[in-house]
């Protein structure tokens, strides 16, 4: 086989998609610009309510709306709270709105 078949042969056989690596304070970022309201005291701390410590945490991220935030996580922001375990679904919501590219995220979460 001529190395312009393999390449393309293999080219089939593989499936690429995107990698984004970021720091925990980015994402934290992104999602007080996109959900903080003036009722919220602090800004969105991704360690704590996610309940994590140095480490990395890995999000898959897609547009097609299906993991994006629920209207329960709407009220609690309008009220001025920070839902727990939902950097996932902020990420989707934010991806979903065409503010953030499909992808797997690999977050570092080291301080």
């Known amino acids: 086989m001529k190395p312009?078949?393999?390449k393309e042969q293999f080219g089939k056989r593989?499936?690429?998609?995107?990698?984004?690596?970021c720091d925990y304070r980015d994402?934290?970022?992104?999602i007080d610009q996109a959900f903080k309201t003036e009722k919220h005291?602090?800004?969105y701390e991704l360690p704590c309510?996610?309940?994590?410590?140095?480490?990395?945490?890995?999000v898959k991220v897609d547009s097609s709306g299906k993991y994006?935030?629920?209207e329960r996580h709407f009220d609690m922001l309008k009220a001025g709270k920070w839902p727990n375990f939902s950097t996932s679904a902020f990420l989707n919501t934010l991806c979903a709105r065409g503010?953030?590219?499909?992808?797997?995220?690999?977050?570092d979460v080291t301080w």
């Open 49 to 58: 309510l996610e309940e994590i410590g140095q480490t990395t945490m890995s």
């Open 68 to 70: 994006c935030l629920e």
């Open 14 to 21: 593989l499936d690429t998609r995107t990698t984004v690596h």
């Open 41 to 43: 005291k602090h800004g």
């Open 4 to 6: 312009s078949e393999l």
């Open 99 to 107: 503010i953030i590219p499909v992808g797997e995220y690999i977050i």
């Open 27 to 30: 994402i934290e970022w992104v």
